[in-house]
């Protein structure tokens, strides 16, 4: 906590005459799940709840993510935002394969996650069928302060190692269900670090 308070008072100086030991396997999980950077991909109406989560009310830059990757080769978390037609389950899957390991996935709505009300030919019912998919984020559509929580629970298990120990063993996704967060009546900011 010594440290901790130097440098919260002080900035940098505050590690003069301090040090800091860890492992390089928990620094690198560390600075992966605080550098995440989402591939530019929406799909439908939850898209645009995605984009408003990104904007400057709510501010994924907090998060080390400010930067939607239009290159898959970019990116590393995939939110699936809307609906995934048949049509476009094969494009899904290759901007995943595309993208950097280790990487993670967010389903996000129920249409993503179910299919939703379209219960038809022409809709995925359920896109891990296509990819694995870490968390699930609920609502038609998820408020951001859903997405948000969705995104710290994937920073969790990214920190953890759960996202790479459940590819490896078994190449599914972590599959955590969250519980959907109502937007506020009065907007109130979503604060740094509470989950
Ligand atoms: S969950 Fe609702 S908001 Fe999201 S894509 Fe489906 S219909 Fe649109």
Redesign the pocket.
């Known amino acids: 906590m010594g440290i901790v308070n130097d440098v919260r008072e002080n900035g940098l100086a505050g590690l003069e005459h301090n040090f800091i030991t860890a492992k390089v396997e928990d620094l690198v999980k560390w600075s992966r799940s605080r550098s995440s950077w989402p591939a530019s991909f929406g799909?439908?109406?939850?898209?645009?709840?995605m984009m408003a989560t990104g904007a400057a009310h709510y501010d994924i830059s907090r998060f080390g993510m400010e930067v939607f990757r239009a290159s898959p080769r970019q990116a590393d978390i995939m939110i699936v935002?809307?609906?995934v037609s048949q049509k476009m389950a094969p494009v899904l899957r290759q901007v995943y394969d595309q993208m950097m390991e280790p990487k993670g996935v967010i389903s996000?709505?129920?249409?993503?996650s179910s299919g939703?009300?379209?219960n038809n030919y022409a809709i995925v019912q359920g896109v891990d069928q296509v990819v694995p998919v870490d968390v699930y984020a609920p609502?038609?559509?998820?408020t951001p302060e859903t997405l948000i929580h969705a995104i710290e629970t994937l920073h969790q298990l990214i920190e953890d190692g759960e996202i790479t120990r459940r590819r490896a063993e078994t190449g599914a996704g972590a599959d955590v269900h969250i519980t959907e967060i109502p937007a506020a009546a009065t907007p109130v900011p979503v604060l740094l670090g509470v989950r």
């Open positions: 799909l439908a109406c939850c898209a645009i709840e935002a809307g609906r996000m709505g129920v249409c993503a939703g009300m379209f609502g038609c559509p998820p």
